[in-house]
């Protein structure tokens, strides 16, 4: 591809105010910031919570600094009549709002969708909740564990180890990203809508919807059951740690075949296609484990590469961040506060023509208080 000059992010000269906190939302604002947007975020006193989220080096969260670098720090009461009459001011000007309060907060506050569009006509109002302004669960508090639990999600997945009698303990945050990345893409079409005819929005992202778009087949098995299990991806052990292979095409299958010595396998009515591999798929599993378990995992996920089939090792976070193609392919930027340089997930998305990229700065509180205000 030849060289292309960069020009600003496709978002460059867009104002958000970003009044999410936690995960569900920030996520959002730094996907719009890294998209070129100016994304303002209004803290309270003392701080967004997750200023204080572990990792801390050095007095600053690294944990915050991935969800919120690029944004622009204000503090502002918000139950102050003097707090809410600035945001007002500052929404004149602004052509986002995104929030992730419990439903009817911002209205109580006075900074619903109704009431900022009597400042700004046009106004794209992204409000992200656990179930939505309405129904019974409306005013139910929800983090991501929650909605993992409570949408069926936890239960159909650990399920599938079959080896549990209680779900596990876990540390996942999907509904949260899911929700971020569904509200940053909601954001988008709806300025792209009201550059061809003027008109503003009020979106709405749940958790709970969005969680379930993880759940494409328990929803559909939950209504239609089939007596063929489901097919479910397991790790086989090898000498000295644990492999992933997923041989789904019959061309992937042929070439596990050859890659482990199991040219029988390709007469075997049990595997040798799609449709019949599926349900015996863990009997296949255990006889390829007859294999792995005699060869180290780099070893193991050498020699099924190369001859075809995906497979991979089982490796941690700390030695995927430090991959060498990963770090190539510009995955990880690097960041540096008053703790030291540190890396942070690039954004997903890469653009020919348009710088998109983390900024790698992250506002201490209240830092842009004077130039947001500056005139107004």
């Not at 944004?71 to 929030?99: C, F, M, N, P, Q």
């Not at 559909?220 to 292979?245: E, S, T």
């Not at 996920?301 to 490796?315: H, K, N």
């Amino acid at each position: 591809m030849p060289d292309i000059a960069k020009t600003p992010g496709p978002l460059d000269g867009i104002r958000v105010l970003d009044f999410s906190m936690f995960l569900a939302g920030p996520y959002a604002g730094r996907l719009l910031a890294d998209h070129g947007a100016e994304v303002i975020k209004i803290e309270p006193d003392g701080g967004e919570t997750m200023r204080g989220g572990h990792p801390i080096v050095a007095g600053r969260s690294r944990y915050f600094a991935q969800l919120n670098c690029g944004k622009k720090s204000i503090v502002l009461d918000l139950k102050s009549e003097e707090g809410k009459a600035a945001a007002r001011r500052l929404v004149a000007t602004s052509d986002v709002v995104l929030e992730n309060f419990r439903p009817g907060v911002m209205d109580r506050l006075g900074l619903g969708y109704v009431a900022l569009c009597e400042i700004r006509p046009d106004l794209v109002y992204c409000a992200i909740s656990g179930y939505g302004p309405t129904g019974p669960n409306a005013g139910r508090p929800a983090f991501a564990p929650i909605v993992h639990a409570h949408s069926g999600h936890d239960l159909a997945v650990f399920d599938y180890a079959k080896v549990l009698d209680r779900p596990p303990r876990n540390r996942g945050t999907a509904a949260d990203i899911l929700a971020s990345t569904h509200a940053f893409g909601a954001i988008a079409a709806a300025l792209f809508r009201r550059e061809r005819t003027g008109a503003g929005e009020r979106i709405d992202v749940t958790l709970m919807t969005s969680i379930h778009n993880l759940l494409f087949y328990e929803i559909q098995a939950a209504q239609a059951k089939q007596d063929i299990p489901p097919l479910v991806y397991a790790p086989v052990r090898a000498a000295d740690g644990f492999l992933m292979v997923t041989p789904i095409s019959d061309a992937n299958f042929r070439a596990l075949a050859r890659a482990v010595g199991r040219d029988d396998w390709l007469a075997d009515e049990r595997f040798n296609t799609v449709s019949r591999r599926w349900p015996h798929w863990d009997a296949m599993l255990a006889e390829l484990e007859t294999w792995t378990v005699l060869h180290s995992a780099e070893e193991g996920e050498r020699i099924i590469l190369a001859a075809g089939c995906p497979c991979t090792r089982y490796r941690t976070v700390e030695a995927a961040i430090h991959d060498p193609d990963l770090l190539a392919q510009g995955g990880v930027v690097e960041m540096e506060d008053a703790g030291g340089r540190y890396l942070i997930a690039n954004s997903p998305m890469r653009y020919a023509s348009a710088t998109v990229a983390p900024r790698r700065w992250v506002a201490e509180l209240g830092a842009h208080q004077d130039e947001v205000f500056r005139g107004r």
